[in-house]
């Protein structure tokens, strides 16, 4: 499953907030499937996710991890099934928007998706 979770660092965090939107979502949320391909990167702002892998639970809480992109890039399926807490900010970051900025190598958001899909 690490190979699934990346971490960026809280200054990386900071610009992705500058460029998109943080949504908090108000109750639970059942937001990726196991098995399901990704058409969205995922970044954890605040709050909590957990992921279900073989029925064991694992409860991620450190603001910048990102989920999707390498999956999204490699179209691999997601091996997890991932919930969002009650009150969690994400950065939800469509393919399109990534594939345009992994299109334009020189930018800064380039070089933190660059590293996510890695």
Partial sequence: MKKQIQTIEQVDL????EH???ITFN???D???EKQIPNTGIVLVDGGLDLL???K???IKLP???LGIKNMLENVPFKFKCRVKEQTKLILIPKSEIM???KEKNSKLYKILKSAAA
Avoid: D, P, W
């Fill in 64 to 66: 910048g991890v990102i």
């Fill in 31 to 33: 937001l990726v499937y």
């Fill in 14 to 17: 900071e610009i992705l907030k």
């Fill in 53 to 55: 892998i073989n029925k």
């Fill in 27 to 29: 109750s639970e949320f």
């Fill in 20 to 22: 998109f939107e943080t």
């Fill in 100 to 102: 345009k900025i992994l």
């Fill in 57 to 59: 639970h694992t409860e």
